[in-house]
């Protein structure tokens, strides 16, 4: 390659007689400038090295001029463009980057002093591949230095500060850095450690990251907010752990409201919200929670092992596909879904605040369920046909399959499920274990508050729709077998939440088909509501019980929040198993109780088309139909 000499003074840089050897430098040539002043203005290639002289200077008006190695004693103007400086550099004169222009450093080892010392920079100066800007232990503040830009560069051994106004600092390596200010970055790797404080130096601090946060070796990050800013369509956010385990240390809150995987070894001691609707964390190496995961309505959360030795609450949905071990807590809360497709280890609770647990492998699930007692719980065994359902010693549900199988699961020893009953259904994916909540858990409103059917006695007083306080004359109890019954007389209907008004019912309401509530004046049969959606027939496996509340007369009392008629005898009080309770009582004969004076819808087709429309629009409101009407 040659070596060239400028000559034309203030003139242009692609003019050949502009240069001593009367041609313009190709690329990889030496350029010494002496002095002069040549302008840039076209693309000229990358030069092998330049030399600016004490009476030299150098003029960049055009972003395709790339230089290597660059000594420079006199003054270097960047009006635009990205000039690389590779290999060496000596500035012992002046560089002023305007605003728009840049000062690209690749392999090249820096100090703070390089990117001071007689540089103006209105622009950017960017640390890039393989430079590194190593701030000896002391502290480097943007504000003083300007705007710096990070592109697969290092930089090391020191403390950052930023006013705020500094960009994204893109991607690369920061070597055991403590950075003041909120940090934003595209893809960094963390070597030796990584501090971020907030803008007064206190913690904690805010890191925000664009694609990826890589931590290579073993290390703890503490005191900081993560927030992901990913874009799911070029794969989301990625946290790797390269080698080693990184810790997550108990003062970290890292949200999640976008899809982030992670990668190796990581415990978490801190709280990771999984939010919003494309909130997604996928566990792709291996996880250990000490602290809490929360995931949100909406979000998704999923793993293969688990090991969760703290708090895991899921309003969203989670799907753990590995082995469940720790001895933490699973709670599902608001219609949460969990699945747990391996085993579950004997020190995990799973506690069903409300939600559906599914079991993919029931036989191996070891662990203790948790308040399991609302209408809105559920236990799915994926893949099984369940036949009969017991609670035995213990709280132990013992399941039998239709092959023969005995399933345990274990419930909440402590609990107490004194007249509830379990209830088997076919839901095409298995079968789903409930709480018959008509029986035990359906609220009836008292003078003293709600309390279960079940507990009701011949004497409590209820209240009827009109506030009055009444007292109850008789509960009847009836026995039912799935499978020797009616399905059309005798199934229960389940009453969606908020199906027939707003907040009525409060909760699913489980009554028997011929079960009547007031609805727009008139006394309607559960199983003339019946639309599919918010109101259907359930499909009970095994055998139920219903209860029957009778007053002095045919009354309104209101049960989940819904006016529901009392027990009124228009059959036969013999039905029930009870009945030698009532005979006891008060004799084989009884006067037949007069109904209310209402008219009585039976059938789907008395039901008025206002009432089915309205009850149509509810089923779409709370999402259960595309089209109810």
Request: proline share 4%; with cysteine.
């Amino acid at each position: 390659m040659a070596t060239v000499h400028w000559s034309g003074g203030d003139g242009d840089w692609s003019v050949a007689a502009n240069w001593l050897e009367g041609a313009v430098p190709q690329p990889g040539d030496t350029v010494v400038i002496d002095s002069g002043n040549p302008h840039v203005t076209t693309n000229v290639g990358a030069m092998g090295s330049i030399t600016v002289g004490t009476a030299g200077a150098l003029t960049v008006q055009t972003s395709g001029f790339f230089s290597g190695p660059l000594v420079n004693h006199g003054h270097i103007d960047l009006l635009a463009g990205q000039p690389s400086v590779t290999g060496s550099y000596v500035n012992d004169g002046t560089i002023d980057i305007h605003p728009g222009a840049g000062l690209f450093f690749g392999a090249i080892a820096l100090t703070p002093t390089d990117l001071s010392d007689g540089i103006t920079n209105a622009g950017r100066v960017i640390v890039g591949t393989n430079a590194h800007l190593d701030l000896g232990g002391g502290t480097f503040d943007l504000a003083a230095y300007g705007r710096l830009e990070l592109s697969f560069g290092t930089i090391a051994n020191g403390t950052i500060v930023d006013d705020g106004t500094n960009p994204p600092l893109q991607r690369g390596t920061f070597d055991a850095i403590v950075y003041q200010g909120d940090l934003d970055i595209g893809d960094v790797t963390v070597v030796n450690g990584l501090t971020v404080l907030n803008a007064a130096g206190g913690a904690p601090g805010t890191l925000n990251i664009g694609f990826a946060l890589t931590f290579s070796g073993a290390g703890t990050i503490d005191n900081v907010i993560i927030n992901w800013t990913a874009n799911d369509a070029t794969g989301g956010g990625q946290m790797t752990a390269a080698t080693g385990t990184t810790i997550l240390g108990p003062n970290v809150m890292m949200n999640a409201t976008v899809r982030v995987t992670t990668n190796g070894s990581f415990i978490n001691q801190g709280q990771i919200d999984v939010t919003g609707p494309r909130g997604r964390l996928q566990v792709g190496g291996s996880l250990e929670n000490e602290g809490e995961i929360a995931v949100a309505a909406g979000a998704n959360f999923t793993d293969t092992d688990l090991a969760n030795n703290g708090t895991v609450e899921v309003y969203g949905t989670a799907v753990l596909s590995g082995t469940l071990t720790g001895d933490g807590v699973i709670a599902l809360r608001d219609g949460a879904t969990v699945t747990l497709n391996g085993a579950t280890g004997a020190s995990q609770t799973i506690t069903l605040v409300d939600g559906e647990l599914r079991l993919a492998n029931a036989a191996a699930f070891d662990g203790t369920i948790a308040d399991f007692n609302g209408a809105d719980d559920a236990i799915d065994l994926l893949n099984i046909t369940a036949v009969t359902v017991l609670l035995t010693a213990g709280n132990v549900l013992a399941i039998t399959t239709a092959a023969g199988e005995l399933i345990n699961l274990r419930l909440d020893p402590d609990e107490d499920f004194s007249g509830k009953t379990f209830q088997l259904t076919q839901d095409g994916t298995g079968t789903e274990i409930t709480v018959a909540c008509f029986l035990a858990g359906t609220g009836v409103a008292t003078p003293e508050g709600e309390r279960g059917v079940e507990t009701l006695a011949i004497g409590d007083r209820v209240l009827t729709v009109d506030g009055r306080s009444r007292p109850v004359r008789w509960i009847g109890r009836q026995a039912v077998a799935a499978p020797f019954t009616d399905a059309l007389r005798h199934h229960p209907v389940r009453i969606a939440a908020g199906a027939l008004a707003e907040g009525v019912p409060v909760r699913d309401l489980h009554v028997s088909p011929e079960h009547a509530l007031l609805i727009d004046g008139l006394l309607v049969e559960a199983g003339a509501l019946v639309n599919g959606a918010s109101v259907v027939r359930t499909n009970p496996v095994g055998a139920f019980v219903y209860f029957h509340v009778e007053l002095d007369d045919h009354a309104l009392i209101v049960a989940e929040g819904t006016a529901a008629e009392t027990f009124v005898d228009n059959v036969t009080r013999r039905r029930f198993d009870n009945y030698p309770e009532y005979e006891a009582l008060f004799g084989e004969s009884r006067a037949r109780i007069p109904e209310l004076e209402l008219p009585r819808v039976k059938s789907a087709r008395q039901l008025p088309g206002a009432v089915r429309a309205r009850l149509a629009h509810r089923a779409v409101m709370l999402g259960f139909v595309a089209d109810a009407a």
